[in-house]
């Protein structure tokens, strides 16, 4: 029998007005909606979270963050016969892939960088503090780019947070660089590591003047 206090069926949720509702365990809804869906938590759930897992409110979409419930409680859910071994390997992989931080914390296992989509751009990003990334692309297609050149705008790289986002400065530049090396680029693209030709801002590119 569980220590926790059922809750009632959700109707409305971040995501719009719930749909479907399926009760995983006492507390532990799984929803949709005509949007989106996820997990929602009773206050009781959301406060027995482990730490490391525990998001600021008690909904947890479907795309990334599910899994942090589901991990949660995972032994629980499991034992009920809500949780099969593929859901519980699904979800693990789900967090060390988009919750590195969380899941070393939660585990002890180190995630490698390479299983981690978040780890590899934010080791990237730091990398490139003090440098410049591109942050858009125009192809050829646009009247100011050459044929065979990919045209640019790169910012200076000022921080990086836990989720792998960069900060920039203010310091923003234009370039071209050779269409064939821009197609090979990874997750973040270091103006400086690249063959590139620094050029003044196309007047479609620049910010429009107010006249008052």
Sequence with gaps: MSRFAPSPRPSGSLWGAVQQAECLAPGIWQVMTASHGGILLSEERQAAMPEALTLPGPAYEEDCDWAL????????????????????????????????????????????????????????????????????????????VPEGKTGVVARKVAGVD?????????????????????????????????????????????PKQVTL
Excluded: K
């Excluded at 992989?93 to 995630?111: K, L, M, N």
């Excluded at 063959?195 to 007047?203: G, L, V, Y």
């Design 162 to 206: 836990h989720l792998g986002r960069a900060s920039y400065t203010d310091d923003e530049i234009c370039a071209l660089v050779p269409a064939e090396i821009y197609r090979t680029r990874s997750d973040v693209f270091v103006l400086e590591d690249h063959p590139h030709e620094i050029i003044a801002f196309p007047d479609s590119l620049r």
């Design 69 to 144: 419930a589901i991990l949660g409680f995972a032994d629980e859910l499991s034992a009920a016969g809500a949780l099969s071994p593929g859901m519980l390997q699904l979800a693990r992989d789900t967090v060390r892939c988009w919750h590195p931080d969380r899941y070393e914390r939660h585990t002890g296992e180190a995630v490698p960088e390479e299983i981690s989509p978040v780890l590899r751009r934010r080791n990237a990003c730091l990398a490139a503090v003090g440098r410049h990334c591109v942050t858009s692309a125009w192809g050829d297609w646009a009247d100011w």
